[in-house]
């Protein structure tokens, strides 16, 4: 397969949602949450890889998707490796932690739609950052640069903070939202990143797969 090169010049690091993106200017798209199961966007290419430094935890806020206002859910962002270890001192991770998921390339002439939809997607706290993605055959040299990924930074107001696995685990049990119950978007994210290779499932993932079924299976809900 051939990947398409990223490229802009210069090379940004952040944008604001809203941002216009120029149709027929490369786009691609990282997805480590539900985007890697609900591609509802046009795309030509897609790569499984991952991401360096940054800590998938579900400590971002849903009000709009799988939660409310009222009952917030949980869903996934991504926590740079030396923030995460302050925030859980007690639990920290290697600088150059992994996060496995999907880029996407955005069809060609799709790329201001797409953005814009993504934008309105994930307005819920989150900003935009380009990172590089690397494949299982090099962790020193990237198959794609520059790919666009949605982050839930820990100054959002839909930040939960030092949220434990256990506290996480409980709100993903019960919460639901207009997009449909948080503990679905927690299955089908594990489902879909073991389909690709089991080990791509690490273990606070596992662990909070593994909760969140005990809890369900000890009817424990309204507790």
């Given amino acids: 397969m051939t990947i398409s090169a990223v490229t802009h010049n ?13 149709n027929n200017q490369p786009l691609w798209v990282f997805g480590y949450g539900s985007i890697i199961y609900r591609v509802d966007f046009p795309v030509e290419e897609q790569v499984f890889g991952y991401i360096k ?14 939660g409310t ?3 917030p ?6 926590i740079p490796a030396c923030e995460w270890n302050i925030i859980f001192s007690k639990d920290t991770v290697a600088d150059d932690v992994a996060c496995w998921g999907m880029a996407y390339k955005v069809k ?16 819920d706290g989150y900003t935009i950052d380009f990172v590089d993605v690397f494949g299982s055959d090099s962790d020193t ?15 959002n107001p839909s930040f939960a903070g030092a949220s434990s696995i256990e506290d996480t685990a409980w709100v993903i049990a019960r919460a639901e939202g207009p997009s449909g119950t948080n503990r679905e978007y927690l299955f089908k994210l594990c489902n879909a990143l073991r389909d690709k290779d089991p080990d791509a499932v ?22």
């Fill in 108 to 123: 060609s002439g799709m790329e201001r739609a797409v953005k814009e939809h993504l934008d309105f997607r994930e307005k």
């Fill in 53 to 66: 430094g940054r800590k998938r935890a579900f400590l971002q806020e849903s009000h709009d998707h799988r």
């Fill in 73 to 78: 859910g949980r869903v996934c962002t991504l």
């Fill in 10 to 22: 210069p090379a940004p690091t952040t944008i604001a949602l809203g941002t216009p993106w120029e």
């Fill in 141 to 155: 040299v990237p198959v794609l640069s520059q790919v666009m990924v949605y982050v839930g930074v820990s100054s």
């Fill in 69 to 71: 206002d009222e009952n």
């Fill in 202 to 223: 690490d273990p606070y993932l596992a662990q909070l797969e593994m909760m969140v079924n005990n809890i369900i299976l000890n009817k424990q809900l309204n507790k």
